[in-house]
């Protein structure tokens, strides 16, 4: 069957152009175009989304590509410090020409539909629309990868008197695109994830007065630590990744690095979970001292609702260059832990009676997370495992909707990890974003939708789509080391493509038991963030941050590779895993195929 293309990636953030990059040098000769709306490449960090100041959570040496180092004497960035945006979109820029795969970058460029082809060969028929042209186009592809994330759909609510606001009401994405705001003299920032924080910071800085809302009936303000934690002073990126620490964290898929045992003590008996306990404990209490948190008033209000154990990527890091909390406890900033049921002509009320005025409005209201296109044909997004409308009686090809399965791994969850029993009360006065009083929304975030449903958080458990082998999803889970995992599931992905992984799931359609094993693993790894960060993405994806390091070793085990990778056993528990140790992984793999 002829197809236009081999491949066509869609996202040219860290995700798609690792995507990219690992199919066309793993299978040099392939027909490959990687589509993008936005101007310029990066995803998240495209110039459009950047604005001075904007600088990354990780510190260098951890935010960077296994076999493409941030260096310091090419990229102006010092060891020891955050990278700044400009410096992350010319590093991306610089990958995709190093590998060769700038030319296959068509920018500006939307992705409208895919319809899948229900034969035996598979592949799919797009709709692709240029912004600047009037009509679309149809392309066809044998292989699909969708490399949008989750930071690509803004969630902006409209609110209660927004028409009579008449001042500048936009979501925190658009901050690049509104800068002038930094000449107001007082606005209004609502929302505490980290966007929030960072233009509570950029205005404050600039002598721009900043009321800040956090909504009483929300999930509060977000773990904000400094670099360097603990009493040891430990590089927090690090700190994560190393294995004798992710031994502490309750996780599903944990026994991919060898040690059942040791995670059976810490996790199946009374003593080891009160040792678990008392490291998160240990963990959360140093945050909130190093923060000094408790030390006035007012940067008591920022002290975290949730415990740190349940807490997933919302976490984040000071990487601000004044001290943030000096800020607050300024005339610059003024916190109201409370809810705005209105707006009026150049005002902001809240429920408690107080109103103040704002000369703009910046809405830190989250994202959607579900692709920005549509597949076709109508109800296939059962089978592909992306969100979809919760059913009960579902056929059995929509596995999100198999409720004995969830009920079952729901059983094998909390069996394993009794400490998951006892979810955390962060907020009894908890109600939805998308249901507050004063806050409005289209009728389709009210419709509840099922997890994401990935085999490896990565292609659909279906047998429509495990034949063909003709669609894959990348950048869809969250972490730490999110370049390191773009990397891995990129050269994953590409492996299953081309029918080479060791451990290949392609291989069980034909066997009904080997079949449901498959299914029922994926329902038990995606259905586990529910359990374990109940507040984050956990509960629609992939999100976590000390399970890093067991699932890239389960993605090692799938490509045939040893996943243990320190040369000695002291060293592999206690030494931090980082881009460093992954740097020759593709000339491991390959060395492997040849030998095979």
């Known amino acids: 069957m002829e197809y236009d293309y081999d491949y066509v990636v869609v996202g040219a953030g860290f995700h798609g152009l690792a995507a990219a990059k690992q199919l066309h040098c793993t299978q040099p000769g392939c027909k490959l175009v990687v589509f993008d709306g936005q101007s310029t490449l990066g995803g998240k960090w495209a110039e459009n989304r950047l604005f001075p100041g904007l600088k990354s959570n990780n510190l260098l040496g951890t935010y960077e590509y296994p076999d493409f180092p941030m260096s310091s004497d090419k990229f102006d960035v010092k060891p020891g410090e955050h990278i700044p945006g400009e410096v992350i979109n010319t590093y991306l820029r610089a990958y995709a020409q190093e590998f060769g795969i700038i030319d296959f970058v068509q920018l500006e460029t939307l992705v409208l539909t895919a319809e899948h082809r229900d034969t035996a060969e598979g592949g799919w028929d797009l709709t692709v629309k240029p912004l600047h042209e009037e009509h679309a186009t149809r392309i066809s592809a044998h292989r699909l990868v969708i490399a949008t994330g989750l930071l690509s759909e803004p969630f902006m609510p409209s609110f209660t008197g927004q028409d009579k606001f008449d001042r500048k009401i936009f979501h925190s994405r658009d901050f690049p695109q509104n800068l002038d705001t930094l000449k107001a003299k007082t606005v209004t920032v609502f929302g505490a994830g980290k966007s929030g924080w960072d233009a509570v910071y950029k205005y404050a800085t600039a002598g721009v007065k900043v009321n800040w809302v956090i909504r009483s009936s929300g999930h509060g303000p977000c773990w904000m630590a400094p670099p360097y934690v603990t009493p040891f002073k430990k590089w927090i990126e690090k700190l994560a990744n190393i ?10 898929w944990g026994d991919a690095d060898g040690y059942r045992g040791i995670r059976s003590f810490y996790h199946g008996t009374s003593i080891g979970r009160w040792l678990v306990d008392r490291f998160w404990n240990i963990l959360g209490q140093d945050v909130i001292s190093l923060n000094k948190l408790d030390s006035h008033p007012d940067t008591a209000k920022l002290k975290p609702w949730l415990d740190v154990m349940f807490t997933g990527c919302s976490y984040s890091i000071l990487n601000y260059e004044q001290d943030f909390f000096e800020l607050v406890k300024s005339d610059k900033v003024e916190i109201h832990i409370g809810e705005i049921v209105r707006l009026s002509p150049g005002k902001v009320h809240l429920a408690d009676g107080t109103e103040f005025e704002s000369d703009a409005f910046l809405a830190n209201t989250g994202w959607t997370h579900l692709p920005p296109l549509k597949f076709l044909p109508e109800g296939i997004e059962k089978e592909l495992g992306i969100p979809h409308q919760v059913a009960d009686n579902a056929a059995p090809e929509d596995l999100a909707n198999q409720h004995a399965l969830v009920e ?16 955390p009360v962060w907020n009894k006065k908890f109600v939805p974003l998308i249901d507050q009083k004063g806050i409005n929304t289209d009728a389709t975030y009210r419709t509840p939708l099922t997890p994401y449903m990935l085999y490896r958080f990565l292609i659909p458990p279906s047998p429509r789509f495990l034949r063909p082998r003709d669609v894959a999803f990348i950048g869809h889970q969250t972490n730490f080391s999110n370049i390191t995992t773009a990397h891995i599931t990129a050269l994953w992905i590409s492996a299953y493509f081309s029918g080479k992984l060791t451990r290949d799931p392609a291989k069980e359609i034909d066997d009904d038991a080997a079949m449901g094993k498959l299914q029922y693993e994926t329902v038990l790894h995606n259905r586990f963030g529910k359990w374990r960060y109940p507040t984050e993405w956990g509960n629609k994806g992939p999100n976590f941050i000390f399970d890093a390091v067991p699932y890239l070793d389960l993605l090692q085990h799938d490509l045939g590779l040893s996943p243990f990778r320190k040369g000695g056993r002291l060293a592999e528990m206690t030494s931090p895993y980082g881009p460093e140790d992954y740097r020759n992984i593709n ?10």
Request: charged share 35%; hydrophobic share 40%; net charge positive.
């Open 587 to 596: 000339e491991e793999w390959l060395a492997l195929r040849r030998k095979s």
């Open 408 to 423: 079952r791994a729901d059983d094998e969850i909390l069996g394993r990890f009794p400490r998951l029993r006892t979810q």
């Open 243 to 252: 294995r004798f620490l992710t031994w502490f964290s309750p996780c599903i």
